[in-house]
């Protein structure tokens, strides 16, 4: 891991000092255990502040974005011969990039524009997990040493396997590995356990539909609204959210619990075909709301009737902006075919 954080202040170095960049999107040490912070590093001198480990866990696609867009706005009053445009290098794991590529299959910006230092991973930590294996005592201190992970409470020191901390997105994933980078740096990281991907979701399936209704129903008494999940996904990009419209309005501004269950609803089908299940929205969820299970449906419908994983290539469009004449059709006719 020293290495290859090494390797990356170096890069990210050359980058900003060569001016193919003029801001480098990354990680630096957070101010709490578990937790890194976004940094956004314009001077040559400051890449020393980047960092690469297990906590790194936010996705960081959704700054590159709005930093490139942010800079648009500001350029609209601007004269055409005096316009800029502003290059962003980016940190990125395999499921950063998935989302870049969505970015770029939406045109939300050009392929000059970014340039991708991908990394790769081997997981980062669920601190919800770690809580709870130290029973919600307050953590002081956490390193990690190999397949260990040495956390320091209030209570007394704790060992804990570094497997039992890992979040659930990262255990299976296909793309721990950058799907698309200008540069890389690092060995690639060996293979999840990819076979157990849709485990909970195929157990969810077996269901009565009035199961998975009371599963979703109890879950969304949990969710308090604070919109965490919609502002850090980098596919949510919307510069009006529907659920701040007021003409038509989607989704009430009380407590009444169907507009809680309207907004998760339209929220998931807006992921269909976009959602990198880079976890970010069930890491931020205060309230520890299961997203996940809903947007794995929705990402195994996607390659079973489509054949498609979201952000997986450039050649290979989201399944609601295109389609093929192979697409099976059954569920058109017959809903409950696809239940």
Same mark, same amino acid.
């Given at each position: 891991m020293e290495n290859v954080e090494k390797q990356l202040r170096e890069e990210a170095k050359k980058l900003l000092a060569d001016k193919k960049v003029d801001v480098i999107v990354g990680y630096e040490e957070g101010t709490i255990p578990l937790q890194t912070s976004p940094c956004f590093?314009?001077?040559?001198?400051?890449?020393?502040?980047?960092?690469?480990?297990?906590?790194?866990?936010? &996705?960081?696609?959704?700054?590159?974005?709005?930093?490139?867009h942010q800079h648009r706005e500001s350029q609209v009053r601007v004269k055409p011969e005096d316009k800029t445009k502003k290059?962003?290098?980016?940190?990125?794991?395999?499921?950063?990039?998935?989302?870049?590529?969505?970015?770029?299959?939406?045109?939300?910006?050009?392929?000059?524009?970014?340039?991708i230092?991908?990394?790769?991973?081997?997981?980062?930590?669920?601190?919800?997990?770690?809580?709870?294996?130290?029973?919600? &005592?307050?953590?002081?201190?956490?390193s990690v040493n190999g397949d260990k992970m040495s956390v320091k409470t209030a209570d007394g020191d704790k060992d804990i396997p570094f497997k039992d901390v890992i979040a659930d997105n990262c255990l299976n994933c296909h793309f721990n590995n950058p799907v698309i980078s200008d540069m890389m740096i690092g060995s690639e990281a060996p293979p999840m356990?990819?076979?157990?991907?849709?485990?909970?979701? &195929?157990?969810?399936?077996?269901?009565?539909?009035?199961?998975?209704?009371?599963?979703f129903t109890k879950e969304m008494e949990k969710c308090i609204r604070c919109y965490a999940c919609r502002n850090?996904?980098?596919?949510?990009?919307?510069?009006?959210?529907?659920v701040e419209q007021s003409q038509p309005g989607w989704v009430g501004v009380g407590d009444d619990p169907t507009d809680t269950q309207v907004f998760q609803i339209m929220r998931m089908f807006h992921m269909v075909g976009r959602c990198v299940d880079c976890g970010s929205c069930v890491e931020v969820c205060p309230m520890g709301v299961d997203l996940r299970k809903f947007l794995k449906k929705l990402d195994k419908d996607g390659l079973e009737l489509?054949?498609?994983?979201?952000?997986?290539?450039?050649?290979?469009?989201?399944?609601?902006?295109?389609?093929?004449?192979?697409?099976?059709?059954?569920?058109?006719?017959?809903?409950?075919? &696809?239940?």
């Open positions: 590093i314009t001077n040559p001198d400051d890449t020393g502040k980047l960092v690469w480990n297990s906590f790194c866990s936010q &996705n960081l696609a959704k700054y590159v974005h709005d930093i490139i290059v962003v290098g980016v940190v990125a794991r395999g499921c950063t990039t998935r989302s870049l590529v969505i970015h770029l299959q939406e045109r939300q910006y050009g392929r000059d524009e970014i340039v230092i991908g990394v790769p991973c081997t997981g980062y930590v669920a601190k919800r997990k770690v809580s709870n294996l130290v029973d919600d &005592n307050e953590i002081l201190e956490v356990d990819v076979d157990r991907e849709y485990h909970d979701v &195929n157990k969810f399936e077996k269901l009565s539909v009035e199961e998975r209704w009371a599963y850090t996904c980098p596919s949510c990009y919307c510069k009006v959210c529907f489509f054949n498609h994983r979201a952000g997986e290539s450039l050649d290979n469009p989201a399944p609601l902006s295109t389609f093929l004449m192979e697409d099976k059709e059954e569920f058109i006719f017959d809903p409950e075919s &696809n239940s």
